[in-house]
Each structure stands twice: as structure tokens, then as C-alpha cells.
């Protein structure tokens, strides 16, 4: 149950910045929370060392979905920004 608290964190944490409305330069700047990256860190130290459990394994693709949906993001930001 941590778990699923951690992972719904982490996208709560996002959708809160979505809906208040950032602006192009804001999307830009968004990093996440320091407790957000340390969990990252985190994982993925057990990642190198062997020791992730399936419910982390899930935890760390939630993470890497969510970075990938930021890069997105970015690149489309970053696009209307420069026009």
C-alpha cells in the first residue's frame, strides 16, 4: 500500500502543477520534488545493485513514464516558445 502511495504521489505532485495553468516558461522550468527525486535516486541504486522488488520495478516504471511524458511536454513548450 506504501507503494501505490508513492506512485500516486509522484503523479499528484504533476497534475497539480498541470491544472494551475503554468505558463510555457514554468512548463520548462518544472522539476520535481526533492523527495520525488531522491525516491528516484533511490530506485535506481537498488537497480544497479539487483535488489528491486517487483512492486519497486513498477514504482521506477512509473517514474521513467511519468519523465517521458515531461519530455514531451518540454519539447512542445520549448517549440511554441521559439516561434
Sequence with gaps: MEMQKQRLAAWDE???????SPSLQQILDYRPSEEAQARVRELLQMNRDGSLSEDDTAEL?????????MRHLKIKALSKLQK
Design 14 to 20: 504533476l497534475d497539480d502543477f498541470l491544472t494551475s
Design 61 to 69: 516504471d512509473d517514474y521513467l513514464a511519468l519523465e517521458n511524458f
